[in-house]
């Protein structure tokens, strides 16, 4: 079935650093690939989607995009901030029978120093 | 004019209580889902409801029951609260169940059991 891997953290960066946070993934066909964000004390928000092969999301300046030769959907920054600081979530959807669901990568808790 | 929205935030309770926690979305999606997250970010779904009909019921201990009263709320009863209990469900809803629907979340209800 479907599933994510998300890459271990937590990340700790300086202000202005480049950031990467990996993700892979194991899917039937081409599902949609989606980042989601979770800023302290709130909810998950939805930071970038891709809904095919080669796509390029993109928000807020950050983006992933859809490689099908890697399984990958890797999330960019080229200059973080301090209030980047949060949790990222990386998910695509799985199916049985006609439920549909999400299912997330364990989550990169991202510290962003001034 | 918030989207999806849960009551109460924080509910501190003796273990062995009963007690609910609820949801309301004013998007007019038709799918609300319950999530648990663990002290470590982990996310794993609960429930799900399509147009008040439960079509996801994952491995949940039977003292935790849905219910939908209608497509715009979507409450979870507790009973006889444990230990383990403790931890943010999140409320979220999407439109339809499709592959390439991006879920909107509440901000979450945090159970702390003593």
């Known amino acids: 079935g479907n599933s994510v891997t998300q890459m271990e953290g937590p990340v700790t960066l300086s202000e202005e650093a480049f950031l990467t946070i990996n993700c892979t993934y194991t899917a039937t066909g081409y599902p949609s690939l989606f980042w989601y964000v979770q800023y302290p004390g709130e909810g998950l928000q939805l930071l970038l989607k891709?809904?095919?092969?080669?796509d390029k999301g993109s928000n807020k300046g950050f983006e992933a995009t859809y490689r099908k030769e890697t399984t990958s959907f890797h999330l960019e920054k080229g200059s973080v901030q301090v209030s980047d600081s949060a949790v990222y979530f990386c998910a695509l959807p799985i199916s049985s029978g006609s439920a549909r669901q999400l299912t997330f990568g364990s989550g990169t808790q991202l510290t962003v120093l001034p | 004019d918030t989207a999806v929205s849960q009551t109460p935030k924080y509910l501190v309770t003796q273990m062995g209580n009963d007690k609910s926690i609820k949801c309301e979305q004013n998007?007019?999606?038709?799918?609300m889902y319950w999530y648990k997250q663990d002290s470590k970010k982990f996310l794993k779904i609960m429930f799900s409801?399509?147009?008040?009909?439960?079509?996801i019921n994952e491995t949940v201990p039977n003292r935790f029951s849905p219910k939908s009263p209608d497509k715009a709320h979507l409450n979870l009863h507790i009973n006889s609260l444990e230990l383990g209990d403790s931890a943010v469900y999140f409320c979220a809803s999407s439109q339809g169940a499709g592959l390439g629907q991006p879920q909107h979340f509440g901000d979450g209800t945090r159970l702390s059991i003593l």
């Open positions: 891709a809904t095919k092969a080669d």
């Open positions: 409801y399509n147009n008040k009909e439960l079509i």
């Open positions: 998007l007019g999606h038709d799918t």
